[in-house]
Protein backbone atom coordinates (compact mmCIF):
# COMPACT_ATOMS: atom_id res chain seq x y z
CA UNK A 1 0.00 0.00 0.00
CA UNK A 2 1.36 3.54 -0.51
CA UNK A 3 -0.16 7.14 0.15
CA UNK A 4 1.52 8.84 -3.08
CA UNK A 5 0.86 12.58 -3.08
CA UNK A 6 2.48 14.74 -5.97
CA UNK A 7 3.92 18.09 -4.02
CA UNK A 8 4.65 20.94 -5.63
CA UNK A 9 7.27 23.70 -3.98
CA UNK A 10 6.08 26.92 -5.83
CA UNK A 11 9.29 29.23 -5.18
CA UNK A 12 9.02 32.99 -5.98
CA UNK A 13 11.57 34.77 -7.54
CA UNK A 14 12.00 38.77 -5.92
CA UNK A 15 8.63 40.81 -4.64
CA UNK A 16 9.62 43.94 -5.46
CA UNK A 17 8.52 47.01 -2.57
CA UNK A 18 6.06 48.01 -5.58
CA UNK A 19 4.50 45.25 -6.41
CA UNK A 20 0.71 45.05 -5.79
CA UNK A 21 -0.86 41.93 -4.20
CA UNK A 22 -3.09 41.37 -6.86
CA UNK A 23 0.25 41.01 -9.11
CA UNK A 24 1.81 38.81 -6.63
CA UNK A 25 -1.51 36.47 -6.16
CA UNK A 26 -1.25 36.14 -10.27
CA UNK A 27 2.66 34.76 -9.67
CA UNK A 28 1.01 32.34 -7.55
CA UNK A 29 -1.77 31.21 -9.68
CA UNK A 30 0.58 30.70 -12.75
CA UNK A 31 2.85 28.44 -10.29
CA UNK A 32 -0.39 26.55 -9.52
CA UNK A 33 -1.56 26.05 -12.88
CA UNK A 34 1.92 24.46 -13.84
CA UNK A 35 1.26 22.66 -10.60
CA UNK A 36 -2.39 21.29 -12.07
CA UNK A 37 -1.01 20.43 -15.09
CA UNK A 38 1.24 18.06 -13.29
CA UNK A 39 -0.77 16.50 -11.54
CA UNK A 40 0.33 18.12 -8.22
CA UNK A 41 -2.06 17.68 -4.95
CA UNK A 42 -0.49 19.80 -2.71
CA UNK A 43 1.89 23.11 -3.10
CA UNK A 44 3.85 24.85 -0.97
CA UNK A 45 4.34 28.94 -1.65
CA UNK A 46 7.43 30.43 0.55
CA UNK A 47 7.08 32.54 3.92
CA UNK A 48 5.99 35.84 3.27
CA UNK A 49 4.83 35.07 0.34
CA UNK A 50 2.56 37.89 -0.68
CA UNK A 51 4.56 41.00 -0.47
CA UNK A 52 8.42 42.03 -0.31
CA UNK A 53 10.71 40.64 2.70
CA UNK A 54 9.73 44.06 4.62
CA UNK A 55 11.16 43.12 7.55
CA UNK A 56 14.39 44.32 6.00
CA UNK A 57 13.04 48.08 6.30
CA UNK A 58 12.42 50.26 9.94
CA UNK A 59 9.47 52.17 9.63
CA UNK A 60 7.98 53.44 12.71
CA UNK A 61 4.35 54.69 11.65
CA UNK A 62 1.87 51.82 11.82
CA UNK A 63 0.52 53.03 8.20
CA UNK A 64 3.47 52.60 6.33
CA UNK A 65 4.02 48.95 7.15
CA UNK A 66 0.63 47.83 7.98
CA UNK A 67 -0.23 47.69 4.71
CA UNK A 68 2.43 44.30 4.21
CA UNK A 69 -0.01 42.42 6.92
CA UNK A 70 -3.37 40.46 6.24
CA UNK A 71 -6.10 41.15 9.04
CA UNK A 72 -8.58 38.11 7.26
CA UNK A 73 -7.13 35.00 5.25
CA UNK A 74 -8.63 34.77 2.66
CA UNK A 75 -9.35 38.19 1.45
CA UNK A 76 -9.96 40.24 -1.67
CA UNK A 77 -6.45 39.95 -2.94
CA UNK A 78 -5.85 36.17 -1.98
CA UNK A 79 -9.80 35.02 -2.74
CA UNK A 80 -8.35 34.01 -6.18
CA UNK A 81 -5.55 31.75 -5.03
CA UNK A 82 -8.57 29.80 -2.68
CA UNK A 83 -10.90 29.62 -5.75
CA UNK A 84 -8.54 28.39 -8.42
CA UNK A 85 -6.58 26.05 -5.81
CA UNK A 86 -10.20 24.57 -4.77
CA UNK A 87 -11.11 23.85 -9.03
CA UNK A 88 -8.15 21.96 -8.68
CA UNK A 89 -8.20 20.25 -6.08
CA UNK A 90 -4.72 21.09 -4.88
CA UNK A 91 -4.16 21.96 -1.11
CA UNK A 92 -1.28 24.40 -0.47
CA UNK A 93 1.25 26.08 2.78
CA UNK A 94 0.59 29.67 1.99
CA UNK A 95 3.34 32.06 4.49
CA UNK A 96 2.35 35.85 4.77
CA UNK A 97 2.27 38.62 7.47
CA UNK A 98 -0.76 38.43 10.19
CA UNK A 99 -2.35 41.42 12.15
CA UNK A 100 -4.75 39.81 14.63
CA UNK A 101 -7.57 41.10 17.33
CA UNK A 102 -6.98 39.36 20.39
CA UNK A 103 -6.79 39.29 23.86
CA UNK A 104 -7.83 42.99 23.40
CA UNK A 105 -5.06 44.01 21.56
CA UNK A 106 -3.49 44.25 17.98
CA UNK A 107 -1.09 41.44 17.52
CA UNK A 108 1.34 40.60 14.44
CA UNK A 109 2.75 37.60 13.57
CA UNK A 110 4.66 35.81 10.65
CA UNK A 111 2.06 33.59 9.90
CA UNK A 112 1.60 30.58 7.53
CA UNK A 113 -1.56 28.55 6.77
CA UNK A 114 -1.92 24.90 5.50
CA UNK A 115 -5.05 24.65 3.04
CA UNK A 116 -6.71 21.51 2.20
CA UNK A 117 -7.45 20.00 -1.46
CA UNK A 118 -11.11 21.97 -1.35
CA UNK A 119 -9.96 24.99 -0.42
CA UNK A 120 -10.65 25.35 3.57
CA UNK A 121 -8.07 26.50 5.69
CA UNK A 122 -7.24 23.18 7.99
CA UNK A 123 -3.96 24.93 10.54
CA UNK A 124 -2.56 28.01 11.11
CA UNK A 125 0.75 28.41 12.14
CA UNK A 126 2.66 31.02 13.95
CA UNK A 127 6.53 31.45 13.59
CA UNK A 128 8.46 31.05 16.93
CA UNK A 129 12.22 31.30 15.80
CA UNK A 130 11.78 35.03 14.89
CA UNK A 131 15.82 36.00 13.98
CA UNK A 132 17.14 39.59 14.01
CA UNK A 133 16.68 42.17 16.16
CA UNK A 134 14.26 44.16 17.81
CA UNK A 135 15.55 47.64 17.22
CA UNK A 136 16.97 49.89 14.52
CA UNK A 137 20.73 48.53 14.13
CA UNK A 138 22.79 51.14 12.25
CA UNK A 139 25.68 48.63 12.33
CA UNK A 140 24.05 46.80 9.72
CA UNK A 141 24.45 46.68 5.88
CA UNK A 142 20.69 46.18 6.17
CA UNK A 143 18.40 45.34 8.62
CA UNK A 144 16.57 42.37 9.91
CA UNK A 145 13.77 43.33 12.08
CA UNK A 146 11.42 40.35 12.81
CA UNK A 147 11.21 40.83 16.29
CA UNK A 148 10.56 44.49 15.39
CA UNK A 149 7.28 43.65 13.72
CA UNK A 150 6.50 40.02 14.43
CA UNK A 151 5.67 38.85 18.29
CA UNK A 152 6.56 35.41 19.24
CA UNK A 153 4.22 32.61 17.58
CA UNK A 154 1.97 31.06 20.33
CA UNK A 155 0.60 28.29 18.86
CA UNK A 156 3.43 25.96 19.19
CA UNK A 157 4.00 23.26 16.34
CA UNK A 158 0.85 21.36 16.11
CA UNK A 159 0.11 18.93 13.12
CA UNK A 160 -2.76 17.96 11.43
CA UNK A 161 -4.11 14.91 9.71
CA UNK A 162 -5.28 16.13 6.26
CA UNK A 163 -4.68 14.16 2.11
CA UNK A 164 -4.03 10.58 4.56
CA UNK A 165 -1.20 11.89 5.87
CA UNK A 166 0.23 14.07 9.20
CA UNK A 167 1.30 17.29 8.37
CA UNK A 168 3.13 19.89 10.25
CA UNK A 169 4.17 23.56 9.22
CA UNK A 170 7.20 25.74 10.14
CA UNK A 171 8.70 28.85 8.84
CA UNK A 172 11.99 29.88 7.91
CA UNK A 173 14.62 30.62 11.14
CA UNK A 174 12.63 28.05 12.92
CA UNK A 175 14.22 25.31 10.12
CA UNK A 176 17.67 25.91 11.98
CA UNK A 177 16.42 24.65 15.31
CA UNK A 178 15.95 21.13 16.00
CA UNK A 179 13.29 21.33 18.67
CA UNK A 180 10.89 22.69 15.51
CA UNK A 181 10.96 19.56 13.56
CA UNK A 182 11.37 17.56 17.03
CA UNK A 183 8.21 18.69 18.72
CA UNK A 184 6.60 17.82 15.36
CA UNK A 185 8.28 14.28 15.13
CA UNK A 186 7.11 13.45 18.30
CA UNK A 187 3.47 13.99 17.21
CA UNK A 188 4.29 11.14 14.01
CA UNK A 189 5.07 14.26 11.10
CA UNK A 190 5.11 12.96 8.22
CA UNK A 191 5.61 16.08 6.15
CA UNK A 192 6.64 19.84 7.24
CA UNK A 193 6.38 22.31 5.05
CA UNK A 194 8.06 25.20 5.26
CA UNK A 195 9.06 28.80 3.10
CA UNK A 196 12.07 30.81 3.52
CA UNK A 197 13.04 34.31 2.66
CA UNK A 198 17.05 33.95 3.74
CA UNK A 199 19.17 37.15 2.91
CA UNK A 200 22.40 35.90 0.56
CA UNK A 201 24.40 37.86 2.63
CA UNK A 202 25.02 38.32 6.53
CA UNK A 203 24.57 41.60 7.41
CA UNK A 204 26.87 40.95 9.98
CA UNK A 205 29.85 39.37 8.38
CA UNK A 206 29.94 40.52 4.75
CA UNK A 207 32.48 37.97 3.89
CA UNK A 208 29.71 34.98 4.42
CA UNK A 209 28.26 34.40 1.26
CA UNK A 210 25.38 32.80 -0.80
CA UNK A 211 27.16 29.80 -0.87
CA UNK A 212 27.34 29.38 2.57
CA UNK A 213 24.08 30.38 3.28
CA UNK A 214 22.48 27.52 0.82
CA UNK A 215 24.24 24.68 2.59
CA UNK A 216 23.21 25.47 6.00
CA UNK A 217 19.86 25.96 4.37
CA UNK A 218 20.13 22.40 2.99
CA UNK A 219 21.68 21.23 6.02
CA UNK A 220 18.57 22.01 8.72
CA UNK A 221 15.84 20.77 6.70
CA UNK A 222 17.84 17.69 5.75
CA UNK A 223 18.89 16.85 9.46
CA UNK A 224 15.33 17.97 10.42
CA UNK A 225 13.68 15.72 7.75
CA UNK A 226 15.98 12.34 8.60
CA UNK A 227 15.92 12.73 12.22
CA UNK A 228 12.48 12.98 12.43
CA UNK A 229 11.34 10.47 10.09
CA UNK A 230 9.16 12.88 7.78
CA UNK A 231 9.31 14.66 4.48
CA UNK A 232 10.73 18.30 4.29
CA UNK A 233 9.66 20.63 1.62
CA UNK A 234 11.51 24.38 1.90
CA UNK A 235 10.22 26.65 -0.06
CA UNK A 236 12.39 29.86 -0.97
CA UNK A 237 11.19 33.30 -2.10
CA UNK A 238 14.80 34.15 -4.04
CA UNK A 239 16.69 36.54 -5.88
CA UNK A 240 16.96 40.54 -5.98
CA UNK A 241 14.37 42.28 -3.81
CA UNK A 242 15.02 46.12 -4.53
CA UNK A 243 19.02 45.82 -4.22
CA UNK A 244 18.87 43.15 -1.34
CA UNK A 245 19.14 39.55 -2.74
CA UNK A 246 18.12 36.07 -0.95
CA UNK A 247 18.93 32.98 -1.58
CA UNK A 248 17.18 30.01 -3.48
CA UNK A 249 17.90 27.01 -3.34
CA UNK A 250 14.57 25.43 -2.73
CA UNK A 251 14.34 21.61 -2.01
CA UNK A 252 12.08 18.75 -0.82
CA UNK A 253 13.57 16.37 1.29
CA UNK A 254 12.77 12.59 1.98
CA UNK A 255 12.77 11.34 5.19
CA UNK A 256 16.22 9.22 4.34
CA UNK A 257 17.38 12.86 4.05
CA UNK A 258 18.29 12.62 0.84
CA UNK A 259 17.54 16.04 -1.61
CA UNK A 260 14.60 14.33 -4.16
CA UNK A 261 14.11 17.84 -5.98
CA UNK A 262 15.87 21.26 -6.09
CA UNK A 263 15.06 24.50 -7.82
CA UNK A 264 17.77 25.29 -10.72
CA UNK A 265 16.68 29.50 -10.55
CA UNK A 266 16.43 32.70 -8.10
CA UNK A 267 13.00 32.43 -10.30
CA UNK A 268 9.29 31.14 -9.67
CA UNK A 269 10.02 27.69 -10.23
CA UNK A 270 8.32 25.24 -9.37
CA UNK A 271 9.77 22.34 -8.33
CA UNK A 272 7.95 18.97 -7.82
CA UNK A 273 8.42 15.15 -6.22
CA UNK A 274 6.01 12.34 -5.62
CA UNK A 275 6.53 11.97 -2.03
CA UNK A 276 4.78 8.56 -0.47
CA UNK A 277 4.32 8.63 3.13
CA UNK A 278 4.65 5.45 3.91
CA UNK A 279 8.62 5.53 3.29
CA UNK A 280 8.22 7.49 6.58
CA UNK A 281 7.22 4.00 8.41
CA UNK A 282 10.48 2.46 8.25
CA UNK A 283 12.43 5.09 9.45
CA UNK A 284 9.82 5.64 12.29
CA UNK A 285 9.64 2.03 13.13
CA UNK A 286 13.89 1.16 13.20
CA UNK A 287 16.31 3.47 13.91
CA UNK A 288 14.22 6.73 14.57
CA UNK A 289 11.57 4.73 16.72
CA UNK A 290 11.60 7.49 19.49
CA UNK A 291 9.12 5.41 22.26
CA UNK A 292 11.97 2.62 21.86
CA UNK A 293 15.00 4.31 21.54
CA UNK A 294 14.85 8.24 23.66
CA UNK A 295 15.41 8.88 27.06
CA UNK A 296 14.12 12.04 28.06
CA UNK A 297 15.55 11.66 31.82
CA UNK A 298 18.68 12.84 30.23
CA UNK A 299 17.00 15.93 28.09
CA UNK A 300 16.30 18.16 30.60
CA UNK A 301 18.36 20.84 30.03
CA UNK A 302 16.48 21.58 26.71
CA UNK A 303 13.36 22.45 28.63
CA UNK A 304 14.59 24.00 31.45
CA UNK A 305 17.16 26.47 29.79
CA UNK A 306 16.97 29.09 27.62
CA UNK A 307 20.51 30.02 27.15
CA UNK A 308 24.03 28.44 27.83
CA UNK A 309 25.12 27.75 31.85
CA UNK A 310 28.58 27.15 31.64
CA UNK A 311 30.74 24.76 33.39
CA UNK A 312 32.43 26.14 37.08
N1 LIG B 1 15.50 34.63 7.50
C1 LIG B 1 16.76 34.06 7.79
C2 LIG B 1 16.74 32.57 8.00
O1 LIG B 1 16.70 32.05 9.11
C3 LIG B 1 18.83 34.15 9.03
C4 LIG B 1 17.48 34.75 8.90
C5 LIG B 1 19.66 34.03 7.90
C6 LIG B 1 19.23 33.68 10.23
C7 LIG B 1 20.92 33.43 8.04
C8 LIG B 1 20.51 33.10 10.40
C9 LIG B 1 21.34 32.98 9.29
O2 LIG B 1 16.82 31.90 6.98
C10 LIG B 1 14.31 34.49 8.12
N2 LIG B 1 13.27 35.14 7.57
O3 LIG B 1 14.17 33.84 9.16
Redesign the pocket.
Known sequence: MSREIKVGGAQLGPIQRADTKEATVARLIALLDQAHEQGCDFVVFP?LALTTFFPRYYMESKDEFEPYFEREMPNAATRPLFEKAAEYGIGFYLGYAEIAQEEGRTRYFNTSILVDKAGRIVGKYRKIHL??HAEYDPERSFQ?L?KYYFEPGNYGFPVWRMMDGIFGMCL??DR?WPETYRVMGLQGVEFVALG????SV?SQRPEERGEE?LF??DLSAQAGAYQNATFVAAIAKAGNEDGNPLIGGSIIVHPSGQIIARAETEDDELITAVCDLDDTTFYKKTIFDFARHRRPEHYGRIVSQTGVELPE
Not at 196 to 199: A, I, M, R
Request: aromatic share 6%.
Open positions: EPGHECNRYNTPNRHS
